[in-house]
């Protein structure tokens, strides 16, 4: 039994490796293949669909079948979505971003971003521009490439092989164990299994601060830093990784038997002896089987007229309600609305939630045991747990902080910290001669804290540096808000919001909080659903 316990944790380790790995780099695969938001949820679903297509009837199959080695087989089939989830990286060309201001020469250069002849076509808009002509510039997000499809089908191969995992390893601990430790068995388990998320979002956010086709361009003529949203990180490099763990993870349960003397009784009973016994013809099996997938749906039925059973249906709707979600957009809303870099963002769901939930996880089970709560008491928990860590969740409403103040979107010209939405141009007289588009966005920060859109909209006549050290001068639109001329500057990227680094710090002890509270009740909810 201690074999099948190390085995399994390690294989819970690698399925929550690779899945928390690929939860991180939601936003990479994003940007890499220029898909919406909306097809990033249906890639993120399609594991959830991969595991319902078998979870079910994996489950209920499940004393009847070879448990180890079914489960050696669902990580075989993890380990080749993550190989096939690679594909498109060596299929598509190279990551080329949106990228106006052109650079000559070496090391230091004076170009205009600013001037008529900067747009061949002259000036794409001008200052009676509204939001609803963006629609006009290509501004909607659109892919040229289906590549994408490998990712999605990969991740439906690993929600496909991830499924009997979890329930059948479960039931193998919970039929071969005293009933008194298998709580702490299965608490032991999964807590082990979280070092697996823990590191994965490790790997993401190493992984994130390396640029995609690391190996094949030159690092130092890129021109943005992983801040910056247009940045897409090395998201394939851990897959392979992910799909070797996954099928070190399978090699331990091929050697496994088909079933183990009962913990405590009769331990010197030879496993050979045992399973002579137990082990049944091929044609008994089959046929044993197919009598099962017959009686399935009137289990099934039986099943949801258990109340026990719909508690539990309804807590792990408040679970993934709270989870899920929030989980696969957490980096994009923590970069879009906290300005912190999709690496930093990963980096702190690794170290700082992973840990917490780790803890909840065997302080549950532990609870378990030494209260030796029954399955009424379990349900008691679980849901007095999940439904506080929901209501804690709507707090998160109140962690916000000011908006981007862009210049022509978000705030005039002006510099007025609000923007009338009848007063919106996206140019002005500063800039009105500079021939800027409005299909581009590549962002400075101006010495007035405005971001513009493009140096080009903040009127930069010059430039100086390289890569990510360019500096613009002679900003007209910056200089017109009362700078002098030696100080109408704009660097690279956004500029920073104040407001937003005091909020983070919140958003974080909150999160962890929920964590650790929907943590606690994860081992009792395990046990309701085999008990």
């Not at 050696?72 to 990286?89: D, K």
């Not at 021109?223 to 990784?241: E, Q």
């Not at 969740?393 to 022509?408: K, T, W």
């Not at 639109?477 to 030696?486: K, R, S």
């Amino acid at each position: 039994l201690q074999v099948f316990l190390g085995a399994l944790a390690f294989s819970f380790f690698a399925k929550g490796f690779s899945g928390s790995y690929m939860k991180s780099m939601s936003s990479q695969i994003e940007r890499r293949f220029e898909i919406s938001s909306s097809i990033v949820g249906i890639i993120d679903g399609s594991f959830e669909i991969g595991n319902l297509l078998i979870m079910v009837l994996v489950s209920y199959l499940g004393p009847r079948v070879h448990r180890p080695k079914v489960i050696a087989i669902g990580c075989l089939i993890m380990s080749l979505g993550a190989f096939l989830s690679v594909m498109p990286q060596f299929l598509m060309g190279r990551y080329n971003y949106e990228r106006i201001t052109v650079t000559v020469d070496n090391s230091s250069t004076s170009v205009s971003a600013c001037s008529p002849e900067s747009s061949e076509g002259g000036p794409v808009t001008d200052a009676t521009e509204t939001p609803s002509a963006m629609k006009n510039f290509g501004c909607e997000k659109t892919t040229n490439s289906y590549l994408w499809l490998f990712v999605l089908v990969g991740n439906l191969l690993r929600g496909i092989g991830e499924a009997p995992v979890m329930p059948l390893g479960v039931s193998y601990i919970d039929d071969f164990s005293k009933e008194e430790n298998s709580a702490f068995y299965i608490g032991l388990v999964r807590s082990s299994g979280m070092f697996g998320p823990t590191l994965g979002f490790l790997l993401g956010s190493y992984c994130a601060s390396l640029w995609v086709d690391i190996g094949i361009v030159d690092i130092n003529a890129i021109s943005i830093n992983p801040k910056d949203t247009r940045w897409v990180g090395a998201w394939w490099l851990g897959l392979l990784i992910c799909g070797t763990v996954s099928f070190i993870a399978s090699l331990p349960f091929w050697f496994l038997p088909y079933s183990l003397p009962k913990e405590g009784e009769n331990g010197n009973l030879k496993i050979s002896h045992l399973m002579s016994k137990q082990l049944f013809s091929v044609f008994s099996r089959v046929y044993s089987i197919y009598l099962s997938i017959a009686d399935f749906f009137p289990a099934l039925k039986k099943l949801f007229g258990n109340p026990i059973f719909v508690v539990y249906i309804f807590l792990t709707i408040l679970q993934y309600n709270s989870i899920v979600g929030l989980i696969t957009y957490e980096t994009k809303f923590m970069e879009q609305q906290f300005n912190v870099s999709v690496a930093r963002a990963i980096f702190l769901i690794g170290v700082v939630l992973l840990p917490v939930t780790i803890l909840g996880m065997f302080l549950g089970g532990f609870l378990i045991k030494k209260l030796k709560l029954h399955i009424t008491e379990m349900t008691k928990f679980a849901c007095i747990t999940f439904i506080g860590a929901y209501l804690l969740s709507l707090l998160y409403f109140m962690c916000s902080c000011e908006v981007l103040q862009v210049a022509g979107l978000t705030a005039p010209y002006s510099g007025l910290k609000h923007l009338s939405s009848l007063k919106i141009s996206f140019m002005d007289s500063c800039n009105d001669d500079c021939g800027c588009k409005l299909d581009q966005w590549d962002p400075v920060c101006g010495d007035n804290g405005i971001t513009y859109m493009t140096a080009c909209f903040a009127g930069c006549k010059s430039s100086s540096g390289m890569g990510k050290n360019m500096v613009f001068h002679n900003c007209s639109c910056v200089e017109g808000q009362g700078h002098g001329l030696g100080n109408s500057s704009a660097v690279l990227g956004q500029c920073q919001r104040e407001s937003c680094t005091k909020a983070f710090p919140y958003f974080l002890a909150l999160q962890t909080a929920c964590a650790f509270i929907l943590a606690l009740g994860g081992t009792p909810t395990y046990m309701i659903m085999f008990r």
